[in-house]
């Protein structure tokens, strides 16, 4: 039997997950960035901000944006590395990309815009300083595989970054519950004209690994110091690990 692995709630064999995945971001790519402030009340401008801070990038070193989509994050790498500095942003699904690539052009940022896969990237070995991914490593089939790619092409010494969805203090899951599985859909119904996209984006969540799960996967990659931020009461958490 093939193997299978989660599309939301679904199991899916791994082959069609990429597909999926890409249909959803076809579909919300054009919205993408209205609804992200409207889900978060704006809160993921203060992740991503939080995100780069700790990144700890300086002018002249090289950055990684892994599924950066519409380039919120690469945009402000490429603001700290500066003009002798390289970013490089990259994403497997093509709508997402010509957003990022052409909010990026719009801001007076000229950087790579790279459409690949990340469980193969093609980039060297041990050359960025950095390399980020926020929101993208949940869709990943074999999120195994793309942890590797990512400690492979980052430099001893390198920093790593993962901003994800996690897992809600318990007491405020019965409310962040009713708000994903209700209002997201309706929100993205009413906005992006697609419920069904957003009803993955809640299920997605849910069978993503916590934040201690996430850990030993991220040391099970090779990543050295691992340790974790919970934000806005652990509805998203930051991984950071060292490659040594």
């Known amino acids: ?27 919300v790519a054009r919205k993408y960035d209205l609804m992200n402030d409207l889900m978060s009340a704006g809160a993921h401008r203060l992740w991503k901000r939080f995100t780069v801070e700790q990144s700890n990038l300086r002018p002249g070193q090289r950055a990684l944006d892994v599924a950066g989509g519409t380039a919120d ?6 603001r700290r590395v500066g003009a002798s500095g390289q970013v490089v942003l990259c994403d497997i699904n093509a709508a997402m990309l010509a957003r990022g690539r052409d909010r990026m052009l719009d801001a007076g940022i000229v950087a790579p815009a790279v459409r690949c896969d ?18 993208g490593l949940r ?13 492979r092409v ?16 318990k007491p405020l899951q019965p409310l962040y519950d009713a708000y ?12 992006a004209n697609d419920g069904d996209s957003y009803r993955y ?23 050295e110091r691992v340790e974790y931020f919970n934000l806005s ?12």
């Open 1 to 27: 039997m093939p193997r299978t692995t989660d599309f939301g709630f679904q199991a899916v064999p791994e082959d069609e997950k990429a597909q999926r995945v890409a249909s959803v971001f076809d579909s």
């Open 73 to 78: 994050l690469a945009m402000q790498l490429a």
């Open 118 to 135: 990340a469980e193969r990237l093609p980039f060297p070995s041990a050359y960025f300083d950095c390399v980020c991914v926020a929101f």
């Open 139 to 151: 869709n990943m089939t074999r999120k195994e595989c793309a942890l590797v790619e990512m400690q």
């Open 154 to 169: 980052l430099r001893p010494g390198g920093r790593f970054l993962v901003l994800e969805f996690s897992r809600v203090w």
């Open 180 to 191: 994903s599985f209700r209002m997201l859909p309706l929100l993205g119904k009413l906005i």
């Open 201 to 223: 984006l809640a299920e997605s969540i849910r069978m993503h690994p916590d934040q201690e799960q996430l850990k030993k996967l991220i040391e099970d990659a090779g990543f």
């Open 233 to 244: 009461a652990g509805v998203v958490a930051l991984h950071r690990g060292y490659k040594l």
